[in-house]
T-cell receptor, first 111, second 113 residues
Framework: QKEVEQNSGPLSVPEGAIASLNCTYSDRVSQSFFWYRQYSGKSPELIMSIYSNGDKEDGRFTAQLNKASQYVSLLIRDSQPSDSATYLC???????????FGTGTRLKVLA | EPEVTQTPSHQVTQMGQEVILRCVPI?????FYWYRQILGQKVEFLVS????????KSEIFDDQFSVERPDGSNFTLKIRSTKLEDSAMYFC???????????FGSGTRLTVV
């Protein structure tokens, strides 16, 4: 059974701080990794994708991937109250467009 | 920005009734998906659709479920005989060539009573 694990939280950080969200996955051959943001009652919204080891930055967001450790993370710099949401990690393997989602980490940014 | 459109936003149905959930994917996308999310749980894959046929489906997607692309724009999910446990938010998604991430629609909240 292919699994994607996330700490459910809530992770509380003060406004302006760095929020660090983590995800581990069980399928070693996973190839593509995505972070989605989901506000309560809304649909997932794509934030970032990452495919190779290392860091990928997009504005205030940095995704980090370590395939050897089967670990992917998302850093949010200068966190804002509007960043308060559930962050979903999604993983995709070779030969398929199916994503396996984690349960999500709820982030609360305190003003 | 292009978006995936889903209708209705909320549907209430009686157990045993058939429901059809509708989606209009992004026009130049080629891959279409249905996912569901039971309240408080993870987003779960149901089915993927490419080139007018199902390319992959999950164990959840049993004989009670079907998908169709009846014309060049709509993509539908039919549940033939709804059960209480089908109550969930159903998300349609689409993606283009290359695995760069899906765009999800706003979802249909299905309540089976």
């Amino acid at each position: 059974q292919k699994e994607v694990e996330q700490n459910s939280g809530p992770l509380s950080v003060p406004e302006g701080a760095i929020a660090s969200l983590n995800c581990t996955y069980s399928d070693r051959v996973s190839q593509s990794f995505f972070w989605y943001r989901q506000y309560s009652g809304k649909s997932p919204e794509l934030i970032m994708s990452i495919y190779s080891n290392g860091d990928k930055e997009d504005g205030r967001f940095t995704a980090q991937l370590n395939k050897a450790s089967q670990y992917v993370s998302l850093l949010i710099r200068d966190s804002q109250p509007s960043d308060s949401a559930t962050y979903l990690c999604a993983v995709n393997g070779p030969g398929t467009y199916k994503y396996i989602f984690g349960t999500g980490t709820r982030l609360k940014v305190l003003a | 920005e292009p978006e995936v459109t889903q209708t209705p936003s909320h549907q209430v149905t009686q157990m045993g009734q058939e429901v059809i959930l509708r989606c209009v994917p992004i026009s130049n996308h080629l891959y279409f998906y249905w996912y569901r999310q039971i309240l408080g749980q993870k987003v779960e894959f149901l089915v993927s659709f490419y080139n007018n046929e199902i390319s992959e489906k999950s164990e959840i997607f049993d004989d009670q479920f079907s998908v169709e692309r009846p014309d060049g724009s709509n993509f539908t999910l039919k549940i033939r005989s709804t059960k209480l446990e089908d109550s969930a938010m159903y998300f349609c998604a689409s993606s283009g060539v290359g695995n760069y991430g899906y765009t999800f629609g706003s979802g249909t909240r299905l309540t089976v009573v």
